[in-house]
């Protein structure tokens, strides 16, 4: 099967990585890229642990080309980080205990940023519907909630 090259910004940096035709986004940001932060769940677009910005909107790595990422930019977890800062929305999942076994954290944040950078003052439904694509079987979402409402640089005092 031909190589495909590829080329986009990766949490702020350019790369170019060659593909095999048909690949998922999440197979070339893991396997190639070596960025393990989005994770591999179900890998039918059910779980939303795979969640990664492309753009700046939500999208399920493991449902997405990775051709189709061609010049655009994609953010996955890793690109919160900030050396030793935790990002508002990192501090507010500690705070209120949002992450229990942690395995759907990385989409659940990245859901929740994609909201927040859109929307920085949802109402607790839009908090609830941008993360309906995301399983959690262990918080029973409450705490996920109040911490996205919390981390919200528009509601900070409503959680």
């Known amino acids: 099967m031909a190589k495909t090259a590829l ?32 994770k591999f769940g179900c890998g039918q677009g059910g779980c939303g642990a ?5 753009d700046g909107d939500a999208h ?19 690109s919160l980080k900030d050396g030793p800062n935790l990002h508002p929305l990192q501090r507010a999942f500690m705070e209120h205990f949002a992450a229990q ?18 929307n920085p003052s949802p109402t607790r439904e839009e908090v609830i519907n941008a993360i309906a694509g995301n399983i959690c079987r262990c918080t029973g979402y409450e ?5 996205v409402l ?8 409503r959680a």
């Open 7 to 38: 080329q986009f910004r990766h949490n702020g940096r350019d790369v170019a990585i060659f593909v095999d035709g048909g690949i998922n986004l999440l197979t070339a940001l893991r396997d190639l890229i070596g960025d393990m932060t989005p």
């Open 50 to 54: 795979c969640t990664v910005l492309i």
């Open 101 to 118: 076994c942690g395995y759907c954290t990385p989409g659940m944040l990245m859901a929740a940023k994609a909201l927040l950078d859109h």
């Open 150 to 157: 919390a981390a919200a640089p528009g509601g900070r005092a």
């Open 143 to 147: 705490p996920i909630i109040n911490a």
């Open 60 to 78: 399920l790595a493991c449902l997405t080309l990775a051709e189709t990422v061609e010049g655009r930019s994609v953010e996955t977890l890793d």
